[in-house]
């Protein structure tokens, strides 16, 4: 099961549990709804156009922005350069349902994490706390080891012989 859908200019071909990058989406409560459905296949090798009720939905699992590309203009020997950079915003959406017909495909919800619970160490046995010079923070310095590293050992200066005068 899968579909084509039409986000922020690009075509996108999506299944149920896929995630993907589209270009910055305005979001209700986690969920997107892309509307611009071009096709939809329900069997392998069956492709339909789809009805007017197609829907694909999925949620907001990220927002931030793309690696910097860098734009440099030049005109040669007219002593013109300029350079700019530039970082896209997306949001990752996984998909979790695509319907048409009457009929939907939900992907297979994603098993919640655990928070981890660190064990709590003594004060005094492995770390070391001191003031910092930033008012309400705190810095941490951790103790040294049991089993220090060892230095490299010194390297021996070599005798020269002194050159004599004749």
């Known amino acids: 099961m899968y579909a084509v859908i039409r986000a922020g200019g690009k075509q996108y071909r999506v299944a149920p549990g896929d995630v993907i990058r589209v270009e910055k989406q305005a ?11 071009l096709a939809v296949s329900a069997e392998a090798g069956n492709v339909a156009p789809p009805g007017s009720q197609a829907f694909v939905t999925g949620e907001v699992v990220e927002q931030g922005r793309g690696n910097k590309i860098l734009v440099f203009h030049y005109k040669r020997k007219k002593q013109y350069k300029k350079l700019r950079g530039h970082r896209q915003d997306y949001t990752a959406v996984r998909i979790t349902e695509i319907g048409f017909d009457g009929q939907s495909f939900k992907a297979p919800e994603l098993p919640k994490k655990e928070k981890k619970v660190k064990a709590a160490h ?3 046995e492995h770390e070391e706390v001191k003031t910092s010079k930033r008012p309400g923070k705190k810095a941490v310095k951790h103790a040294a080891h049991a089993h ?5 050992p010194k390297k021996k200066k070599k ?8």
Not at 27 to 37: A, E, L, M, T
Not at 148 to 152: H, N, R, V, W
Not at 159 to 166: L, M
């Open 122 to 124: 003594e004060a005094g």
């Open 148 to 152: 220090a590293k060892k230095s490299a």
């Open 159 to 166: 005798k020269t012989a002194s050159k004599k005068k004749k």
């Open 27 to 37: 979001d209700k409560d986690g969920r997107v709804d892309f509307s611009d459905v």
